[in-house]
Every structure is written in C-alpha cells, then in structure tokens.
Nanobody, 124 residues
Framework: VQLQASGGGLVQAGGSLRLSCTAS????????MGWFRQAPGKEREFVAA????????KYADSVKGRFTISRDNAKNTVYLQMNSLIPEDTAVYYC??????????????????WGQGTEVTVSS
C-alpha cells in the first residue's frame, strides 16, 4: 500500500493550497480517508476526514469553514482544499487510510496506512 501526498509549499497568509493524496495497493473506496498535520515540536493532530463514498466529512474546529476535504474514488485520490491560510496552519500534512466500519475516525491510532507527508508553510 502506498499513499502519495503532494501539493504542499510556501504561501502567504490568506492564500490557498490544494493537497492531493493518491493511493495504490488498496481498494480505495473501502477506506475512510483522513488528513492530519504535525507542526514542529507538536503532536500530530487531526485535520479532516471523509467517508468511503464521500457523503460525510469531519473537521477539526481550527480548520472548519476554511478547509474542505473531498475524494474521487475513480482516481483513488483524496484532496484537501485549504483557504484563508494562517501561519498556525504551518505543518507537515499527512494523509491516511482507515478501514473502520462504523464511523469516520478522527484518532490517528485508528488509521492503518499513512503517506509520507507534504510540507505547508504559511508566512505572515
């Protein structure tokens, strides 16, 4: 299984970025997909997650209204559209896959597979 994240970069505060994560080696539509982030010196934290067919989503309070998670099962890809970025969004962003059966997972411990991370830096 491989999860390949991309789309990170340097952006000014107020700007936007779109992260992508393409999966291979698994039946993509059977997995909840999530995004997490880890800032320097901090623990990894939940950002957003989406159900297997994309009908339901969950967001951390810190990104609600600014970030949007979506998926394209035909392309085995999950996206994270990030708008109105602030310096506090600076982190390495990771995508993850979870084959939970009942609910959208928000705990990193629940996820089975992880991508390598893509770095996002927001300058003030």
């Amino acid at each position: 299984v491989q999860l390949q994240a991309s789309g990170g970069g340097l952006v000014q505060a107020g700007g936007s970025l779109r992260l992508s994560c393409t999966a291979s080696g698994l039946t993509f539509s059977s997995y909840y997909m999530g995004w997490f982030r880890q800032a320097p010196g901090k623990e990894r934290e939940f950002v957003a997650a989406i159900s297997k067919i994309g009908s339901n989503t969950k967001y951390a309070d810190s990104v609600k209204g600014r970030f949007t998670i979506s998926r394209d099962n035909a392309k085995n890809t999950v996206y994270l559209q990030m708008n109105s970025l602030i310096p506090e969004d600076t982190a390495v962003y990771y995508c993850a896959a979870d084959r939970s059966y009942y609910t959208i997972p928000t705990s990193a411990l629940s996820y089975d597979y992880w991508g390598q991370g893509t770095e996002v830096t927001v300058s003030s």
